[in-house]
């Protein structure tokens, strides 16, 4: 089956403008790409959108080694992990597959890069928090926002039905 280049352009375009408009509320940026495909979906925070996602017929669970593919091929991937004050949801942004971290970032005062890892799917996420790894527009990976192997394991991912 053939891309659908106007998909994916629709897409990397939500996910842009949802990082520019939110860069401090992961909520609202996952919000305004979805309301480009479902325009009355209500604002919800990330543990609220995580629960309603997984009772929509129209979202369907997908595993993490085929977000990348989905999204290459204009397809909204949404991915989120609830947490008992702020979850972390984002989008699936489109691309070829990158390593993931490779970053620098500041340690009790001191500055450090996050080792590089296997090659995942790029992201669109922004973040209240200070992570780094939490701020992407597609130039870091789905891993990540999460930076960890034992949290990106508990991290469901849904596609929009057609």
């Not at 085929?66 to 949801?89: D, I, M, T």
């Not at 971290?101 to 922004?126: D, I, W």
């Amino acid at each position: 089956m053939p891309v659908d280049a106007s998909s994916v352009s629709k897409l990397k375009q939500a996910c842009d403008t949802a990082y520019d408009l939110h860069p401090n509320s992961c909520s609202h940026a996952v919000w305004h790409v979805i309301q480009q495909y479902l325009p009355s979906q209500p604002w919800l925070n990330a543990n609220a959108l995580i629960e309603h996602l997984r009772g929509q017929a129209h979202w369907k669970t997908v595993d993490s080694g085929q977000v990348g593919r989905l999204a290459r091929e204009g397809v909204l991937v949404v991915g989120g992990k609830k947490e008992s004050a702020n979850g972390h949801v984002i989008v699936v942004y489109p691309g070829g597959d990158i390593p993931a971290g490779g970053y620098s970032y500041t340690k009790n005062g001191t500055v450090e890069t996050l080792r590089t890892r296997g090659s995942y799917a790029r992201a669109m996420s922004t973040s209240l928090g200070s992570w780094p790894g939490a701020m992407s527009k597609g130039d870091k990976t789905i891993w990540d926002p999460w930076a960890n192997d034992a949290k990106f394991v508990q991290v469901t991912f849904w596609q929009l039905s057609p």
